[in-house]
Nanobody, 124 residues
Framework: QVLLVESGGGLVQAGDSLRLSCVASGFDFSSYSVAWFRQAPGQDRELVSALSWSSQVTAYSGSVEGRFTMSRDNGKKRAYLQMNDLKPEDTAVYSC?????????????????WGQGTQVTVSS
């Protein structure tokens, strides 16, 4: 059974930090690209960050670049999103996704496996 399970969300104040984790099972995580998407109420899902299978290629949304850092540990089948200097506009459900293409892509359709998401709420 393919699973992606996120954790680490919560309610924080502006300027605080959070670290999201995503653990994978049921597929060859090490050969997949992995990404974090987020969706705020009433808005479309958007790419936050993506990381290639080898971690050699990384992409970030302009709104989070310099504040968020994505990483992965293929041995542990985990991906992480370190979020610093959080802002109220970062409030959203954050979801982990994995794509068999292996590269970095912003298109939702390129990711076959999705987690349920974890809520991040940033108060001002």
């Amino acid at each position: 059974q393919v699973l992606l399970v996120e954790s680490g969300g919560g309610l924080v104040q502006a300027g605080d930090s959070l670290r999201l984790s995503c653990v994978a099972s049921g597929f060859d995580f090490s050969s997949y690209s992995v990404a974090w998407f987020r969706q705020a109420p009433g808005q479309d899902r958007e790419l936050v960050s993506a990381l290639s299978w080898s971690s050699q290629v990384t992409a970030y949304s302009g709104s989070v670049e310099g504040r968020f850092t994505m990483s992965r540990d293929n041995g542990k089948k985990r991906a992480y999103l370190q979020m610093n200097d959080l802002k109220p506009e970062d409030t959203a459900v954050y979801s982990c996704a994995a794509g068999s293409g292996g590269g970095v892509d912003a298109a939702i359709v390129m990711y076959e496996h999705w987690g349920q998401g974890t809520q991040v709420t940033v108060s001002s």
